[in-house]
């Protein structure tokens, strides 16, 4: 309760401050509207730093009978514990982010959901120096840390020294190719050029098209083997004799490097929108994102009622909820909006009169 009052954190932080020699840091409640003021105010106590975050509040669960979960006394009443883990990582990278910005080189220890070294550089790129790791070593145990550490190492390498620019990784990850649900995925078309389809009878010529190529190739043809690159199907090998030339970053390289890019809404330029592109290769036509835009976006998809194709229109917006709801890996993108935006806001004619209902109507 104290961590959401300023003039408690600053008082507690002369206090500590006065009775020991040894650095401090406080640690941060993210249940609080402005994280930043209690950073400041830890930072006028000095404070050697700020942990960011500690938990967040949550109910864990309700029964049937609406009895919570965990519950206490014969009453069985409980009260809001503390969520970690994965689910809280969000919020720790915007207070961490938050608080960087707005108190640059006051140092922070990154906690929430850090389960990765890929994750451990987010936080790093977010401006924490310091990072912990708590809810990934109660899941596996203290050798993550080890595994961590080797995979910053490697991103730290692969970010002065990365495979070639025609294949772009994202860290350690190498590009892939179309995949559906994990399996490969030829881009067909049907004899006037358009895609061959993933339903129906659509299905049943892909079928039998794709029985010809591996009669045609083998019963082991990739269906992406023309992106084959030294036989490693589009991804290249890094041995120890690949040449590097440029010198390892150190972690203070690349501390707080994201924190230009991350800001108050205010400070986007609106003029620079994205839209949805969706790959008809990938595409298995089961209309999610129609659906989704339809009920909950801005009517910008059209649903072709025989080939199931759907088609972005002009009153796309960048909101990324068909993308959030696609079950195939990279099948949507968001890509520069070319023409002009203009958001549509309702009826034009501005004359309307609606009339209220009474009860007995």
Not at 257 to 267: H, Q, S, T, V
Not at 310 to 315: S, T
């Amino acid at each position: 309760a104290c961590g959401q009052d300023p003039e408690l954190v600053y008082n507690i932080s002369l206090w500590v401050r006065g009775a020991v020699r040894i650095p401090f840091f406080v640690k941060l409640t993210p249940n609080i509207t402005d994280i930043v003021s209690i950073a400041q105010a830890a930072k006028r106590g000095n404070a050697d730093g700020v942990s960011a975050i500690n938990t967040v509040q949550g109910l864990m669960s309700l029964r049937a009978d609406g009895t919570p979960w965990p519950a206490v006394g014969a009453d069985k009443r409980t009260t809001y514990g503390g969520v970690s883990g994965n689910a809280t990582r969000p919020q720790a990278m915007r207070a961490i982010s938050l608080i960087a910005n707005k108190l640059p080189g006051f140092p922070i220890c990154g906690i929430g959901g850090i389960d990765s070294a890929e994750v451990a550089m987010q936080f790093i790129q977010c401006g924490a120096p310091i990072l912990q790791i708590c809810s990934s070593v109660q899941n596996q145990d203290f050798t993550v840390i080890e595994d961590y550490i080797l995979g910053l190492k490697t991103l730290l390498y692969l970010r002065a020294n990365p495979p070639p620019e025609a294949l772009p990784w994202d860290g350690q990850s190498p590009p892939t190719a179309k995949l559906q649900k994990g399996k490969p995925v030829a881009p067909l078309r049907t004899d006037d050029g358009k895609p061959l389809l993933h339903f129906g009878e659509y299905k049943k010529q892909r079928e039998e098209k794709l029985a010809q190529l591996r009669l045609q190739h083998g019963p082991l043809w990739d269906p992406c083997s023309n992106d084959t690159v030294n036989g490693t199907n589009g991804h290249a090998l890094v041995t120890a004799d690949t040449p590097t030339s440029n010198s390892v970053p150190r972690v203070q390289d690349v501390l707080g490097a994201a924190l230009p890019r991350i800001g108050d809404y205010k400070k986007l330029d609106n003029t620079k929108q994205v839209v949805a592109l969706i790959d008809d290769d990938l595409c298995i036509n089961c209309g999610k994102c129609y659906m989704t835009c339809a009920d909950s976006g801005y009517q910008a998809i059209e649903f072709d009622p025989v080939t199931h194709l759907p088609h972005v229109n002009d009153d796309c917006t960048g909101c990324n909820l068909c993308l959030s709801v696609c079950p195939i890996i990279d099948c949507i993108s968001m890509v520069p909006k070319k023409i002009p935006h203009v958001i549509k806001r309702g009826h034009p004619n501005t004359n309307v009169v609606v009339h209220a209902l009474s009860p007995s109507q």
